[in-house]
């Protein structure tokens, strides 16, 4: 039997919604840059609810614990403010 992300998000969480569903896929895997394995994706299925269930927010962007009250975690907050990325 061959699984899609939606079967592998709801053997973790049976009660997931498709917001959930959305948010891993697009935010927490490589997709649509590239294609996450089943078992990275597990990881991260699980990674995303851990997180949930203790109030942790994850970094839009590297996926490390945000800054409390923020999208992003420090380092790509620095990033954001001081390197490659800032306007110059
Ligand atoms: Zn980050």
Wanted: aromatic letters at 10%; one cysteine or more; glycine letters at 4%.
């Amino acid at each position: 039997m061959q699984m899609n992300v939606i079967d592998i998000v709801h053997v973790v969480n049976p009660k997931a919604s498709q917001d959930d569903v959305e948010e891993i896929v697009w935010s927490r895997t490589p997709y649509p840059f590239g294609m996450p394995s089943a078992k990275s994706f597990y990881k991260e299925v699980t990674r995303f609810y851990r997180a949930k269930k203790n109030g942790i927010r994850l970094c839009d962007f590297c996926n490390n614990i945000a800054m409390t009250g923020d999208i992003v975690c420090n380092k790509c907050d620095n990033l954001l403010k001081n390197g490659a990325l800032a306007e110059r």
